[in-house]
């Protein structure tokens, strides 16, 4: 490790674009296959690792739905969270805010509270075991109509308490965020924050969408808008928070290298970029090694650095007071490693 990996792993930052489902490691994979007597089309978790080479999104989304196929239980749910935040908690990661498909389970037949109540189970043990906070977000899949969106809104309803917001995931290209304008307005009549993946592989008029029709509060990813500089300027005039994930963009073949990843280039035009993992299992890498790469492959230095782990906390959802004191962290964590 370089004195600029250890000086990573410790700044304190906050996860805000992570797949929950996709923080399925091989391993855990094969032990929840055991477990419910479910069949899959891998012989070792070395034959699982290989599969993972994708030339698109939707290479990457067909093994990741036929990955998630293994989670059956409340149990199940509680040991893929409680093995994501030991990870995350070993990264100086301190505040979490998970995305999680109901849909991608629910249509299998599984009950939305046990996928819930295993989530929030872990939640809570990650508080007491790592001092960790964690928020819940709930993403419906574009791909599946409008009205299924609806559906899985009614079914949340007992737990809307610990809902803290709505997110919008899968095949972009072709499922615009127009398409869920109506259910992100439900939504946010229920006192709900607004999330959606736009500009991944989507052009730039699906983040105008984003932010005109559905009124997000944050934009996932968000690279493509960088080919609209009317659009740049007003991301970074509104201060909108775009969770950047460099090593699912490399994976993703959103950009061709990390030599030429964009992270520092956002930070430069005053977007509030983040580095998050969004599916750590399938892309190589947890936060720390998001951050790490993306660091050597662009050179960054520790003010780039810093910034980044400032915007984690500005950009989250958490409180403001807790916010300041997140804030206050990083700098006494800064000075005392200047
Ligand atoms: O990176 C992603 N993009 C879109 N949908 C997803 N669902 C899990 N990961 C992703
Ligand atoms: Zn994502």
């Not at 419906?140 to 997110?167: K, T, Y």
């Not at 699906?206 to 009317?230: K, M, T």
């Not at 991301?235 to 909108?240: D, P, S, W, Y």
Request: proline fraction near 5%; charge should be negative; charged fraction near 25%.
């Amino acid at each position: 490790m370089t004195d600029l990996d250890t000086f990573i792993t410790g700044l304190p930052k906050a996860e805000l674009h992570l797949h929950i489902e996709g923080s399925l490691e091989p391993e855990l994979m094969f032990e929840l296959a055991g477990r419910n007597g479910v069949e899959i089309p891998f012989a070792s978790v070395e034959e699982v690792r290989a599969a993972y080479a994708f030339s698109n999104l939707q290479d990457f989304l067909d093994i990741y739905y036929a990955g998630a196929n293994v989670l059956r239980t409340r149990q199940d749910f509680h040991d893929l969270a409680a093995a994501y935040f030991a990870r995350a908690a070993a990264d100086g990661v301190v505040h979490a805010e998970i995305m999680f498909d109901p849909q991608t389970h629910t249509d299998r037949g599984i009950a939305f509270a046990e996928v819930i109540e295993g989530l929030l189970s872990a939640m809570a043990e990650a508080e007491a075991k790592h001092g960790m906070t964690s928020k819940l977000i709930l993403s419906f899949l574009r791909h599946l109509p409008e009205e299924a969106a609806f559906e899985v809104l009614a079914m949340a309803e007992p737990w809307l308490d610990r809902i803290e917001a709505v997110g919008l995931d899968s095949s972009e290209v072709g499922h615009p965020p127009v398409k869920f304008a109506q259910v992100f307005e439900a939504a946010r009549a229920k006192g709900l924050k607004l999330t959606a993946h736009a500009g991944e592989e989507g052009p730039p008029e699906y983040v105008y969408q984003a932010l005109d029709v559905l009124h997000v509060d944050r934009i996932d990813h968000g690279n493509r808008a960088l080919e609209a500089p009317v659009l740049v300027d007003r991301l970074a005039e509104m201060g909108m928070t775009l969770t950047v994930c460099p090593l699912s963009n490399l994976k993703l073949c959103v950009v061709d290298d990390l030599a030429n990843h964009p992270i520092d280039r956002m930070l430069a035009l005053g977007l509030k970029a983040t580095v998050n993992s969004d599916d750590p299992a399938y892309f190589g890498g947890y936060i720390g090694d998001n951050f790490k790469a993306v660091a050597k492959a662009r050179g960054l230095d520790r003010e780039e650095i810093v910034q980044l782990a400032r915007n984690s906390f500005t950009g989250s959802f958490l409180p403001p007071d807790a916010i300041a004191t997140h804030l206050e962290k990083i700098e006494t964590y800064v000075a005392a490693h200047a």
